[in-house]
């Protein structure tokens, strides 16, 4: 039995049809309903009601939209991310860090945006019945994925907006007095117990994955993975009663009983709830009994050797899984992202969809003179995490793979079909994979090989003052990386936008990865000071700060990387520090360092360091000093506690007596 499964996580990213003569309904679902049928008639016949079901599921933003038009701030509003970019192109994340968001003015519609999408969802709980064609097995579905958007919709406000309205299946009449609006928020922990529990029941009736033409569907995987993030982030400091919980919501009650929106009582059985929801990840069976795991690919003859005398990870030189052994590391991590890899296929990906906005959004970065925008840049904190090729920080970095800030690459490498240029500045040699498969650094060079005319391929690619694409070479007086640094995560060799048969491979972005689940897995464990007993599906799972499983999630993120792995011996603060770097640097661009650095507490000390970068002002002789970029935009950034959630918009708070603020916003 197969639904309509249409909808903007299916279809509208994917091209895709399954029953031809629905497409034009659910194309045009919004206008179709609102012209031509009376919501009586969305529940006379299956295939009505399940083009509204996946019409609610098409109004979910793009998850890679997070800079342009954007509801969530996304990395411009971090420490990871800058662009010169006029607010003409309504970059709300700098709009966000800049001051210029305000509760009369949040620049997107989300909030709003998201309660549509659940009162659409109440509209299907409170009139299913109504569908007589529907089989037993069909309803249970449709209910199902009815259950997951509106937990997803929930989810998405509560990590932007904080604690949301819980309507449970309540529709208020769009002709309700107004007082019937007049709810309270509900508490934090509230929001979470309910939402996890709403994914809960959506996963029993979930498949526990799709197929080829189903890749973007929700799944057990997605709903047990959002759980897994839910509870890691109830655990975290901000939001179980540490230093950070007192300091930004300490005095942040609810009006209507003064309840406290934030728990200021630390519980530490919250990150045994979360190690327990990232091990059901980890052993949840898919079809054909496979799990989800690393995406590798295996080494050639092109892979580079691993770098010699390690002795700090014992297990470094075994075959992957159990050591970084027999896998090339840059085709591995940069291949899932680019589009090499078969997207619906990829073992990695808990939740993921093709997205449109994930080719587009690596024209920011391209070169102008290659018709890019040539000014989504990547910040120098960013870059000197980056490890060498041994693992070692480039203030630590060995006489074998040294790290220095003099001189220039005498000769070109070429290694997993990537191509180190000679000239290229020696802060750049020697460094990880991931860093080569994530970051444009001046010299670099830019393959671009679908194109066929002159000097759009086969480009090294410079950033400073007086070359092509450097501020002083541009036609546009923005278009230009503000710190020398482009993301080219997601760049393809063969993408191009200028020239004969310029184009680019189509690209999916990946909503929850299961190298999250792996270091969300080792952080909850080693915050855990004593034994708790987790039920989970009906199957008792002690857990405790077991250091070798601490170990072996760790390592298996860091081996893919190409980099040897912990002992277990570490400190629980000297872990900690290390997955917090980790994911600075793994989940690069994809959303989550806005949120880490948040719930970790250190947002205000992450945030109040400079922006720096390389000295674009400068030809190649001065280029390679680290300098705060002469902009105003830089200085104009600020740091203040109320950019942990998003203000509601201004003119609901003021229609509505019962509905609190968010703290430091404008009532």
């Known amino acids: 039995m197969k639904l309509m499964k249409l909808g903007k996580w299916l279809v509208l990213s994917a091209g895709l049809c399954l029953t031809g003569s629905a497409c034009k309904d659910f194309l ?22 399940e083009a509204y079901l996946w019409g609610a599921a098409g109004m979910f933003p793009d998850e890679a939209n997070f800079f342009q038009n954007n509801i969530t701030p996304g990395p411009l509003a971090t420490d990871e991310a800058f662009t010169a970019f006029l607010t003409l192109h309504n970059y709300n994340g700098m709009r966000f860090v800049l001051g210029e968001i305000t509760a009369a003015n949040v620049g997107s519609a989300g909030w709003g945006n998201y309660y549509r999408i659940i009162r659409k969802c109440n509209t299907i709980f409170t009139r299913i019945d109504e569908a007589r064609d529907l089989t037993a097995n069909e309803r249970y579905e449709i209910l199902a994925y009815t259950r997951f958007i509106r937990a997803y919709a929930y989810y998405s406000i509560l990590v932007d907006y904080g604690p949301p309205i819980l309507l449970g299946d309540e529709i208020i009449e769009s002709n309700a007095p107004l007082a019937d609006y007049d709810r309270a928020r509900t508490t934090y922990d509230e929001a979470v117990e309910y939402i996890c529990a709403e994914f809960e029941t959506a996963a029993i009736a979930l498949p526990a994955s799709g197929s080829l033409m189903e890749f973007g569907l929700p799944t057990k995987g ?33 009006s209507t009983d003064n309840a406290q929106y934030v728990s200021q009582t630390y519980d530490e059985r919250r990150w045994a709830l979360a190690a327990a929801a990232a091990k059901r990840v980890m052993d949840l069976s898919l079809a054909g009994g ?25 297990d470094y030189y075994k075959p992957w899984p159990e050591g970084a052994a027999g896998i090339d590391h840059y085709k591995s991590y940069s291949d899932m992202f680019t589009g090499e890899s078969v997207i619906p296929t990829n073992p990695e990906y808990v939740w993921g969809r093709r997205s449109s906005v994930v080719q587009a959004n690596t024209q920011m970065a391209f070169p102008e003179k290659q018709s890019g925008w040539n000014g989504l840049s990547v910040t120098q904190k960013i870059i000197d995490n980056y490890r060498m090729i041994d693992g070692r920080t480039i203030d630590n970095s060995s006489q074998e793979y040294p790290y220095t ?4 690459a005498g000769s070109a490498k070429l290694f997993s079909g990537y191509r180190l240029n000679a000239g290229v500045s020696n802060m750049y040699v020697n460094r990880e994979a991931r ?6 650094f001046s010299e670099c060079y830019w393959p671009m090989s679908s194109s066929t005319s002159s000097g759009f391929y086969n480009q090294t690619i410079s950033y400073y003052y007086d070359s092509p694409n450097g501020k002083g070479g541009v036609s546009s007086p923005t278009d230009f990386p503000v710190t020398g640094y482009v993301i080219k995560k997601f760049i393809h060799p063969t993408d191009a936008f200028g020239g004969t048969n310029a184009r680019r ?17 080792a952080e909850a464990l080693n915050n855990l000071t004593g034994s708790h ?3 989970v599906d009906g199957r008792q799972l002690t857990l405790s700060r077991d250091t070798e499983e601490i170990r072996k999630a760790f390592n298996q993120v860091r081996h893919r990387a190409g980099l040897p792995g912990i002992t277990g011996d570490e400190s629980v603060e000297t872990i900690q520090q290390l997955l917090e770097k980790e994911r600075m640097i793994e989940f690069l661009f994809e959303n989550r360092r806005y949120f880490d650095v948040r719930r970790w507490g250190i947002y205000e000390q992450t945030e109040s360091e400079p922006i720096r970068g390389m000295n674009i002002e400068g030809s190649k002789d001065v280029y390679y000093t680290r300098v705060v970029p002469n902009t105003s935009r830089i200085g104009a950034r600020i740091v203040n506690r109320r950019l942990a959630l998003l203000p509601l918009p201004l003119e609901e708070v003021r229609l509505l007596p019962s509905l609190d603020q968010n703290p430091g916003w404008e009532n």
């Open 28 to 49: 045009s679902v919004d206008n179709y309903f609102s012209e031509e049928l009376k919501l009586d008639s969305v529940f006379a016949e299956k295939r009505h009601l």
């Open 222 to 254: 997605a709903a047990y993975g959002l759980i897994a993030r839910l509870r890691l982030t109830h655990a975290s400091p901000l939001y179980n009663g540490g230093q950070a919980a007192r300091s930004f919501f300490g005095n942040w009650r609810r």
């Open 290 to 314: 496979v799990s989800y795991r690393l995406h590798t690919v295996a080494a050639d003859s092109d892979t580079p050797p691993l770098p010699s005398g390690i002795i700090s990870d014992p």
């Open 405 to 408: 800030e003099t001189g220039f």
């Open 435 to 440: 860093f080569y498969a994530s970051i444009g």
């Open 505 to 521: 491979m189509d690209k999916a972005f990946p909503i929850i990865r299961y190298a999250e689940i792996l270091l969300s897995y």
């Open 533 to 535: 007993t987790i039920d």
